[in-house]
């Protein structure tokens, strides 16, 4: 049967494709040539009309498409206290492509003095839509988890242990502050987790001094304090992924080093799970999912343009239930269509024909 609260069977991880006018826009500010009000106004028409797009694809959870970020994490960790842009020497190594150098700095104690800015992105949202608005967020692991080392400031922290106690504590009040503003579905993209699974980058975080074993734990940690404040009512969902970049990925290995952590550590209500290649391994760690948990499963790739066939998919759920009774399962795309500004390999079309999919697909599957 269908699901009435989130996760949905039909479900999505969030970001969506910017159109031409929305690049435009943003390079124009980018130049000085127009205002932020100017630019607002066209992210707010854009959104406007992206919000009908969705309900129209029969999809229950509705976002903004991630339409007013340059990138899916570092938006939302520029706006905590403490934490600032900074230009690093090089980009993160994807598979086939290099990213952008931005990144963050932490230059003073972490913190929420008051709503995050974010927030008021949910509410325009929530005031648009009839269906269920949903925010996006990074999981708290985002400021840490790269490859290449945050710069931390020696007057912010002298010590990791510290830091990360005042992480949590920001993040605590950040989602509170969503609650606060009526959000009850709010996701956490969690990709240094699942990151843990590839030995190469294992691998990196040993040679720069850190503990990959402890890791895990500490940012499993870090998500229970994220959501230690939210109301009875509230939905707290992880998305977990190997990289999204112009469709291609930092990270392979299966959810087994994971799934200790995952399942029996971490107080989320769901779990968004990357399964749509051989990169993310089998379903059998789907087996330690406890009762009364979801997991939506993300066997539409976002990476090209393909459009799945619904006999594949419908094989794949059941695949899945043979590990995990199907009343505890969702799918979804397998991340976000545009992750960053740039966007994924395929075209609108493209985006939104594997939106109905699902959809369809989960009618067919749950009634």
């Known amino acids: 049967m269908q699901r009435t609260k ?12 910017r159109p031409k006018v929305l690049h435009e826009a943003r390079a124009r500010r980018a130049k000085g040539e127009i205002t932020p009000a100017q630019l607002k106004a066209v992210e707010d028409a854009e959104i406007i009309k992206l919000i009908g797009k969705q309900e129209d694809t029969g999809i229950q959870a509705i976002t903004d498409g991630e339409f007013r970020r340059s990138w899916w994490h570092l938006d939302f960790l520029w706006g905590l206290d403490g934490a600032e842009y ?31 800015p974010m927030v008021e992105h949910f509410k325009f949202v929530k005031d648009h839509t009839s269906k269920t608005p949903k925010i996006t967020i990074p999981a708290p692991s985002a400021i840490y988890g790269r490859p290449s080392r945050t710069p931390v400031a020696k007057e912010a922290y002298t010590d990791n242990e510290t830091m990360f106690a005042d992480l949590g504590k920001a993040y605590r009040k ?22 843990l699974c590839d030995e190469k980058y294992r691998g990196q975080m040993t040679a720069r001094g850190d503990n990959p074993e402890k890791l895990g734990v500490i940012y499993g940690d870090l998500i229970n304090e994220a959501m230690s404040d939210i109301p009875s009512d509230m939905t707290i969902t992880m998305h977990l992924c190997r990289g999204n970049y112009k469709s291609t990925f930092m990270g392979a290995g299966s959810y087994d080093a994971v799934q ?6 971490i107080n989320v209500h769901g779990y968004f799970m990357e399964y749509d290649d051989e990169r993310s391994g089998g379903f059998e760690p789907l087996k330690m999912l406890p009762k009364g948990k979801v997991v939506v499963l993300g066997i539409v790739t976002t990476k090209n343009g393909r459009l799945e066939s619904k006999d594949a998919l419908k094989r794949r759920i059941d695949e899945a239930a043979k590990y995990v009774d199907i009343d505890q399962l969702a799918i979804s795309g397998q991340c976000g269509f545009a992750s960053t500004e740039e966007g994924n390999a395929l075209t609108e079309e493209e985006q939104w024909a594997k939106m109905r999919l699902i959809a369809e697909v989960a009618n067919e599957v749950w009634g």
Not at 6 to 17: C, E, K, Q, T
Not at 106 to 112: D, E, S
Not at 180 to 185: I, K, L, P, T
């Open 86 to 116: 900074h230009n690093m020497s090089a980009g993160i190594k994807f598979a086939a492509v290099d990213t952008r150098a931005d990144g963050v700095q932490i230059t003073g104690k972490l913190g929420m003095a008051g709503p995050h």
């Open 6 to 17: 989130p996760p949905f069977r039909a479900d999505h991880v969030g970001s969506l494709l």
């Open 174 to 195: 950040a989602v509170r502050g969503f609650a606060d503003a009526g959000c009850r579905y709010l996701q956490l993209d969690e990709v240094f987790i699942a990151m």
């Open 260 to 265: 200790e952590i995952l399942f029996n550590k």
